[in-house]
């Protein structure tokens, strides 16, 4: 729903002419990198983001693949929201929330691709910036407050924590930022275009519109979120069939990660382990399900929630066998692993893992939890520390670096840590004084403490240009 980044790339023979406005030197890199902060401090306060490694990292992984198919290439952070609102937004500095309840909606990966290429092209075109520049004499932090109880207002129930408080705030901003007919035809357009480009049958964007939209006859009461914001017509469906036919169909089969997202989200869906587990029952015994794989892996989930770790690893044991390189296979059985009281193994099996795939976030933290569940916290900062070394911007990963130096007894590091968690969690100030107590303590070696102080003095830096601007 909300978009701000600046178009950029190559030309692209698909791609409509853009020819500027003024949004376009609205606002600097700096300044949308704050309100890209200060939206998300918003966001996070009233609706519940996932850290999930496993489904923020599938997340990251589709949604990357569309922007080197987009054309426009930039800075883009994909993350989940678990609930089951059926939507999808994009904010400052590239954050796109995708709904649990979209993913859930979407019969293919194709459909879930074409709802995050249309986010993305609402960003390439600057459509947000265009509507909004009206409000360019505005300070960050009220410009993020108006963003965000935009999108609170539309996404969340109004009695809901911090949406409840932005209510009204949020319903002027809506009707502020909503999109033009002209910008929703221009995304569908360009989304197709980058639908078809990244190998996705171009058809799933407007025939996923389209069902959805009958399936709730676009009735304001009963209309998914997504669709809300983003209004669907006749001629709209039309227009992007007819842009669908330039590409023709493709048929590509799913990703067995997007079967094994949805299955997941499934089993969360259900707060009672025993009933989750009960529907994956059923559903095996009876065959309702897309893929069987999938659906056994949601069964394992609930198992392990419902605290039966032997009966999970049953599951699991075919099908490690059959896909014995599998993400999200490997962070499971070192979960029952851990859960059973045996973290060394865990380690062992998943010591090769890491070092074959050295950038995967998932299998790099189960990696780290499970030498700090077999009392290696020194290792477990080791490895971790040579993750960050090749994917420097994933908060949790920093949270479990503080806490593998705290257990450690590395208290300098600790804080070092516990700060970049908090720089990257948009907590500026709080990050600013993490540092501070490291550099206070007693006995602190003589490079930590000269790294310490340079990266003190780039918080600082970035804190007072922020004042500046406000």
């Keep these: 729903m909300l978009v701000l980044l600046p178009a950029m790339g190559p030309a692209d023979p698909f791609a409509l002419p853009d020819f500027g406005s003024s949004a376009d030197s609205l606002m600097s890199r700096a300044e949308e990198r704050d309100l890209g902060q200060e939206f998300m401090k918003w966001v996070r306060k009233a609706l519940p983001v996932s850290d999930d490694p496993v489904l923020t990292d599938y997340l990251e992984t589709l949604g990357q693949q569309l922007v080197a198919a987009s054309g426009n290439p930039g800075r883009y952070r994909f993350f989940l929201v678990e609930e089951p609102t059926i939507n999808a937004f994009a904010g400052p500095d590239g954050h796109i929330g995708v709904f649990a ?30 509507r909004f520049e009206a409000q360019k ?43 033009t007919r002209a910008n929703e035809e221009e995304a569908d357009r360009i989304g197709i275009d980058t ?80 009933r989750a587990v009960e529907h994956f029952e059923k559903t095996l015994e009876q065959g309702r399900y897309r893929d069987e794989t999938a659906q056994r892996y949601g069964y394992a989930l609930a198992l392990i929630r419902a605290g039966r770790l032997e009966a999970a690893r049953q599951q699991l044991a075919p099908l490690l066998e059959a896909h014995p390189s599998q993400t999200e296979f490997l962070v499971l059985r070192a979960e029952i692993d851990r859960r059973a009281g045996n973290p060394q193994q865990a380690v062992r099996d998943l010591k090769g ?95 930590l403490a000269s790294r310490l102080q340079v990266r003190l003095a780039e918080l600082k830096a970035l804190e007072r240009a922020r004042e500046a601007r406000d």
């Excluded at 309840?101 to 459509?127: M, N, P």
């Excluded at 676009?218 to 069939?241: G, K, Q």
């Excluded at 079967?259 to 989200?265: D, K, Q, S, T, V």
């Excluded at 890491?354 to 995967?360: F, K, S, T, Y």
């Design 195 to 274: 639908l078809s480009r990244a190998g996705h049958n171009p058809y799933a964007m407007p025939g996923f519109f389209q069902r959805l939209a009958k399936t709730t006859r676009i009735s304001d009461s009963a209309a998914p979120a997504f669709l809300r914001t983003h209004p669907v017509t006749t001629s709209r469906i039309a227009d992007a069939m007819n842009r669908a036919r330039q590409h023709g169909v493709r048929q590509r089969p799913d990703s067995l990660r997007f079967h094994l997202a949805r299955a997941n989200l499934r089993q969360r869906r259900e707060s009672n382990p025993a």
């Design 101 to 130: 309840g979209l993913i859930l909606a979407a019969e293919t990966e194709g459909e879930l691709a074409g709802v995050i290429a249309h986010e993305l092209a609402h960003v390439s075109q600057d459509h947000l910036m265009r």
């Design 137 to 179: 004499q505005m300070a960050l932090p009220a410009t993020a407050l108006l963003l965000a109880a935009a999108v609170l207002g539309a996404t969340v129930d109004a009695n809901i924590g911090a949406a409840g408080l932005m209510g009204v705030q949020g319903a002027a901003a809506q009707k502020q930022i909503n999109f």
């Design 353 to 447: 893992a890491v070092g074959l795939a050295p950038g995967n976030w998932p299998l790099n933290q189960a990696y780290a939890e499970s030498l700090m569940a077999a009392e290696k916290p020194a290792q477990a900062l080791a490895a971790l520390e040579r993750f960050v070394a090749l994917r420097s911007d994933i908060a949790p990963i920093y949270e479990l670096m503080a806490d593998a130096a705290g257990q450690a007894g590395q208290r300098a590091l600790n804080y070092r840590y516990r700060a970049e968690y908090l720089y990257l969690s948009h907590a500026l100030e709080p990050a600013i004084r993490q540092l501070e107590l490291a550099l206070r303590l007693e006995d602190l070696d003589f490079h």
